[in-house]
């Protein structure tokens, strides 16, 4: 069976930063053929609930930071991404949450330093490594319109 890689809070995870979900059961049928692979960078680093973070472009350099404290808490969320491709070399498919930080794969609000929004195609801090391991990646409402018939 091919493995999936799924944001957990689609799955009904309450791993939100509000401890709430994002469960879908429409994309879960979807991927009924599918091992799933959940995933959560924010709540394995930060635990939940936690602050809400944005990703902020420098100089061409995504980082993730957090609108409590105002750091760049990037580094703790990329390692977590590379330990989970690392221990899962066999992915066939990765679907993130849509407009997350961390998961979203092309949908996600990047800010300037003055946080003046730049666009809503942003690529998450998780997804990013995704991409760059040539690993078939799409949001999850993106994935959904491809499937669902209208
Ligand atoms: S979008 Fe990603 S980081 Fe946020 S709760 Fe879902 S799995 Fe966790």
Redesign the pocket.
């Known amino acids: 069976m091919k493995k999936v890689a799924l944001?957990?809070?689609?799955l009904g995870c309450t791993?939100?930063?509000d401890g709430d979900d994002?469960l879908n059961e429409n994309l879960l049928q979807l991927l009924a053929n599918y091992e799933i692979i959940p995933?959560?960078?924010?709540?394995h680093c930060f635990g939940t609930p936690r602050p809400t973070m944005d990703l902020i472009e420098n100089f061409n350099i995504i980082s993730a930071v957090s609108n409590e404290s105002n750091e760049d808490i990037s580094e703790p969320i990329r390692t977590y991404a590379k330990i989970f491709f690392k221990n899962n070399p066999d992915i066939a498919l990765f679907i993130?949450?849509d407009r997350?930080p961390?998961?979203a794969v092309r949908s996600g609000k990047v800010y300037d330093v003055e946080k003046k929004l730049l666009h809503k195609k942003g690529t998450g801090l998780?997804s990013e490594l995704a991409l760059e391991l040539g690993i078939e990646s799409y949001d999850a409402e993106v994935y959904e319109g491809m499937h669902t018939l209208k």
Not at 7 to 10: G, I, N, Q, R, T
Not at 39 to 43: I, K, N, S, T
């Open positions: 944001s957990a809070c689609l791993c939100r930063y994002n995933f959560c960078p924010e709540d993130g949450k997350s961390s998961c998780m």
